[in-house]
């Protein structure tokens, strides 16, 4: 069966700083692997996908996702958070043209 | 210009009653989806539909019906709405060109209250 697990509910950072959301997934092939972005009283927005080639995909306002099989992870990066950035963030693959998401992440920005 | 708009935003239902819940997309995809999204979980497939005048059932069809009468709309049905439904549902569209790779867009969701 296929699954995403978002492992953290909410992570807190201080603006500025570094940004790290984890994604582990399960899935017995080869996955299409998406991170998406959802605002207050918003839909959800692509940020960036992912299903070959190299494992760094760079996406919208900064953000990057490493993919690795060894680890079935597709964790979301940003090297300097801003303010404007307090969403949700869900993780998804697809398979058979379905969806599955993670439970999603709620990112806090601080001063 | 908003390509999936969901109506109405936010709905107040009586339990037993019935709720019909609407998208209309201009996008021109074929390809239509009805999510729900729980606090604490990620969103849900109740339906979709791939072709006007057809639905599939989703990972969580239970106490739903879904309707697609045309390329550009795709209604969530609930004859006889119960406590458990209150939620936010999601319409989305996408482009079956692209695969199991195609971006999916969606509405701005519909909060449900069922009292």
């Known amino acids: 069966a296929q699954s995403v697990t978002q492992p953290d509910a909410r992570v807190t950072v201080s603006e500025g700083a570094s940004l790290q959301l984890r994604c582990k997934y399960s899935?017995?092939?080869?996955?299409?692997l998406f991170w998406y972005v959802q605002y207050p009283r918003q839909g959800l927005q692509l940020l960036l996908k992912?299903?070959?080639?190299?494992?760094v995909v760079q996406g919208v306002n900064g953000f990057e996702a490493e993919f690795s099989k060894s680890n079935s992870s597709f964790h979301l990066r940003k090297a300097s958070v801003h303010w404007s950035d307090s969403a949700v963030y869900f993780c998804a693959l697809t398979g058979n043209y379905k969806y599955v998401f993670g439970a999603g992440t709620r990112l806090k920005v601080i001063a | 210009e908003a390509a999936v708009t969901q109506s109405p935003r936010s709905k107040v239902a009586v339990t037993g009653g019935k709720v019909t819940l609407s998208c209309h997309q201009t996008n021109n995809h074929d390809y239509m989806y009805w999510y729900r999204q729980d606090t604490g979980h990620g969103l849900r497939l109740i339906h979709y539909s791939y072709v006007a005048d057809s639905t599939e059932k989703g990972d969580i069809p239970d106490g739903y019906k879904a309707s697609r009468p045309s390329q550009e709309n795709f209604s969530l049905i609930l004859e006889l709405a119960s406590l458990s439904q209150t939620a936010v549902y999601f319409c989305?569209?996408?482009?079956?060109?692209?695969?199991?790779?195609?971006?999916?867009?969606f509405g701005p969701g519909t909060r449900l209250t069922v009292l």
């Open positions: 899935y017995s092939g080869t996955p299409y």
């Open positions: 989305a569209s996408s482009d079956p060109t692209g695969g199991n790779y195609a971006e999916q867009f």
């Open positions: 992912y299903y070959s080639g190299d494992p």
